[in-house]
């Protein structure tokens, strides 16, 4: 597909990355497969403030998640020779929705009055 996008438009490049979910997952968010195969949210690692003293720094070299997603991403760049791959992790607000419920982490941004 990649180099199809090359051929056509001129794309000469792939981005990889984790998204809130996947992020969400490391810091302890839970996710499942719906029916029609998308990826839901099913457990917030955060979801009262009570729990934040439960989270823990992630160690990335023992993280099954983070060592999954560089393993793919190596085999990636190898099969993708000649294409420039570039990597980003995903915005303090967007990373905080993987591990919040997106209507609480919205009212936590409204000041109390």
């Known amino acids: 597909m990649v180099h199809l996008k090359k ?4 794309i000469d490049y792939m981005y990889i990355g984790m998204d809130q979910k996947g992020i969400g997952s490391i810091l302890g968010s839970e996710t499942k497969m719906t ?31 983070v060592v999954n997603f560089i393993e793919k991403a190596k ?21 905080a929705s993987g591990v919040r419920p997106v209507e609480k982490l919205l009212r936590d941004t409204r000041k109390n009055k």
């Not at 009570?50 to 160690?59: A, L, Y």
């Not at 085999?75 to 990373?95: D, N, Q, S, W, Y």
């Open 35 to 65: 029916e029609k195969g998308d990826s839901l949210t099913s457990v917030y690692a955060l979801d009262d403030y009570k729990d934040f003293s439960k989270m823990e720094n992630i160690d990335i070299k023992s993280s099954e998640t």
């Open 75 to 95: 085999k990636t760049k190898e099969a993708m020779r000649g294409i420039t791959i570039f990597g980003a992790v995903t915005e303090p607000l967007t990373t």
């Open 7 to 10: 051929s056509l438009y001129g």
